[in-house]
């Protein structure tokens, strides 16, 4: 058990970044804020280090992690850099984008989940940039969010999720991208493992191609062999039940407003995540605006956060508008989807 302590960066950065990377150098867990979502970081390199997220996040073992570094030197030093990789490090980072390749053997299997492949990213982050530059070593971190839960884009979300479980927090506010990194794979074709911010269509105007992954946005079987193993999981889940309302903006609109008129009558508390656009016609219901419907960014960066609020509202029901795939679309729908545990209508 440990008095987990929240340090402001604004106030206190130079302080925030020491103290974490004390800890991180003894062998601590610590989280920390990136561009995309909070991360709950320690030492890459420190296999019983590496464990204690595991255990912190309830995390399943074959689900491996992502390596964060701060220079590019880093990451000849963990893997077999190639030049299609360099590619994309020259167009996308310091970013969300994280590549996966063949690891060194210095890199333990702790991390990896016993892959002969390590994911790493640069994120575009001062604080976290900072942090890694300070302990000197590249910092292990999935998303801080305890196994199943959103994934946290404040503080404040980090602590309701591991309040006594970790040392430290550093606050950098709210996180500006709202969904994890882009996780891409050369198998040996670049293949799209999850769809974050760098969409599909900026990767392929600097590689020419790029395939997207098959359980994007449908369910993989528990028991498949995936690529990814953190898609076979239940992600991103509210407590309450959530449903993806799909179709064009009428059809939307119309399917929401009847499946909130029978939640009423089985006196269900509903909320629907929702754009500006459709708001208006959902006069005197329970909405959270996501944003405009014509900015998918704006949907990624508010969906994580609604579905946590949405609980605090201790909802029954969410209906979750969905948006076309294209761009940063795809993100989105892939998130929302599995926060419904793939649930339409
Ligand atoms: O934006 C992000 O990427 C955030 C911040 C903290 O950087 N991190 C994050 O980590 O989302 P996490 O652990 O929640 O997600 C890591 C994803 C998982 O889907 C995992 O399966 C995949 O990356 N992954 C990690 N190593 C891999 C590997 N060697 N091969 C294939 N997929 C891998
Ligand atoms: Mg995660």
Redesign the pocket.
């Known amino acids: 058990m440990y008095k987990t302590q929240i340090i402001d960066l604004q106030e206190k950065f130079e302080m925030g970044i020491e103290k974490a990377a004390q800890l991180i150098l003894r062998g601590e867990v610590v989280a920390f804020p ?8 320690a030492n890459a390199l420190k296999p019983e280090a590496v464990s204690m997220i595991y255990a912190a996040k309830g ?1 399943p073992g074959d ?4 390596v ?1 570094i701060s220079n590019r030197k880093q990451a000849f030093g963990l893997a077999h850099v190639t030049q299609e990789a360099e590619m994309l490090m020259d167009a996308f980072w310091p970013g ?1 984008l ?1 590549i ?1 390749l063949s ?1 060194r053997e210095n890199v333990p299997y702790e ?3 016993g ?1 002969q ?3 790493i ?1 640069m ?1 575009d982050h001062d604080a ?1 940039l900072a942090l890694i530059d300070r302990c000197g070593v590249p910092i292990a ?5 305890r196994s199943g839960r959103p ?1 946290p884009t404040t503080a404040q979300h980090v602590l309701e999720d591991f309040d006594r479980k970790i040392p430290l927090i550093l606050d950098g506010g709210e996180t500006v ?1 709202g ?3 882009t ?1 891409i ?1 050369f198998d040996p074709r670049p293949v799209i ?2 769809p ?1 911010c760098i969409t599909a269509e900026m990767i392929a105007e600097v590689l020419g191609e790029v395939e997207l992954g098959p359980y994007l946005l449908s369910p993989a079987k528990a028991s498949q062999t995936v ?5 076979k999981y239940r992600h991103y889940a509210p407590k309450a039940h959530a449903t993806v309302v799909c179709g064009e903006v009428a059809q939307i609109v119309q399917k929401t407003n009847e499946a909130y008129k029978m939640y009423e009558i089985q006196q269900k508390k509903c909320i629907i995540l929702c754009s500006i656009q459709t708001s208006i016609f959902y006069a005197e219901k329970n909405c959270a605006i996501m944003g405009d419907r014509n900015s998918p960014t704006d949907f990624c960066q508010n969906l994580y956060k609604a579905l946590r609020d949405a609980d605090h509202l201790d909802v029954d029901e969410i209906l979750i508008e969905s948006l076309p795939t294209s761009d940063q679309g795809l993100a989105y729908m892939n998130r929302a989807l599995r926060a419904a545990s793939f649930e339409t209508i």
């Open positions: 990136t561009e995309t979502v909070y991360g709950l970081g995390r689900n491996p992690l992502i964060h969300p994280t996966v690891k991390v990896t989940a892959l492949t390590v994911a990213r994120p976290a971190a999935p998303s801080a969010n994934s991208l969904v994890e990194s996780v794979a493992l999850r974050g690529q990814s193993p953190g898609v």
